[in-house]
């Protein structure tokens, strides 16, 4: 398990100069990223409010919430070191705190809660252990807080499978070659997705760590049915 999780860290470290060049060329993948954080709904433009940014990568996904909540303290964490050197450098995040830290267990390698919102996008699929990590990332909202999973799930339904290997062996696999040189983080990409909870799966593995209000909300575009935010809050 540990060796799996550190060659998935060190391919995001190899793609990382180039990888929002690639994320830039999904259709919709910046509005997709900005739903999910606008489903947060975090008022007065996130005053007074502490945001976690779980799973950062390069930052894309902590771009909306800047946008969005720009009176927060905004906190990034990932594992990926050279993810994070990328997001470090963008003008546009200089207020974002960002830590090095283990998605797994987010408390103990950098991120201090209580936080009264996390998005964690892309980053679940990626947990050896799911029920650990949501474990764990419950502890750290503070009471009624909300988070937002904006993640792939594709397996209650045969056309989202089809959907996503057609679009992952015709386009993303082919461009991450011309674009990366490698193709390994995205066909592992394609695998991850297939093994992932379906919807109903997942939203009963979130109830079992504890989260209520839990719903699913979809996405536009070719992605609608393969892509979504799971939205739940910590008990009042």
Request: charged share 25%; with cysteine; hydrophobic share 40%.
């Given at each position: ?140 909202l503070a009471p009624g807080g909300v988070i937002c999973l904006h993640e792939y799930s594709v397996n209650d339904s045969r056309w989202s499978r089809l959907v996503w290997n057609l679009v ?69």
């Amino acid at each position: 398990m540990q060796r799996r999780k550190a060659q998935i860290f060190s391919a995001f470290d190899r793609v990382a100069s180039r990888y929002d060049l690639l994320s830039g060329l999904n259709p919709g993948y910046h509005k997709h990223l900005q739903w999910s954080a606008e489903r947060l709904e975090v008022e007065n433009e996130g005053e007074g409010s502490r945001i976690l940014d779980l799973c950062c990568g390069t930052g894309l996904s902590t771009e909306p919430l800047v946008r969005l909540y720009p009176k927060a303290a905004i906190t990034g964490l990932d594992l990926s070191d050279g993810m994070l050197e990328k997001a470090r450098k963008k003008e546009s995040l200089r207020s974002v705190v960002f830590s090095s830290g283990d998605g797994m267990d987010p408390a103990a390698t950098g991120a201090k809660g209580p936080f009264d919102a996390i998005l964690m996008a892309y980053g679940i699929r990626n947990m050896p252990d799911a029920d650990t990590c949501l474990a764990n990332v419950i502890r750290l909202l503070a009471p009624g807080g909300v988070i937002c999973l904006h993640e792939y799930s594709v397996n209650d339904s045969r056309w989202s499978r089809l959907v996503w290997n057609l679009v992952m062996f015709l386009i993303v696999i082919p461009l991450a070659f011309v674009t990366t040189g490698s193709t390994d983080i995205f066909r592992y990409l394609r695998r991850s997705v297939l093994e992932f909870d379906g919807k109903r799966g997942f939203e009963e593995r979130l109830g079992r760590a504890g989260f209520t209000d839990i719903e699913t909300l979809p996405i536009d575009g070719w992605q609608r049915g393969v892509l979504h935010t799971f939205r739940a809050r910590r008990p009042a």
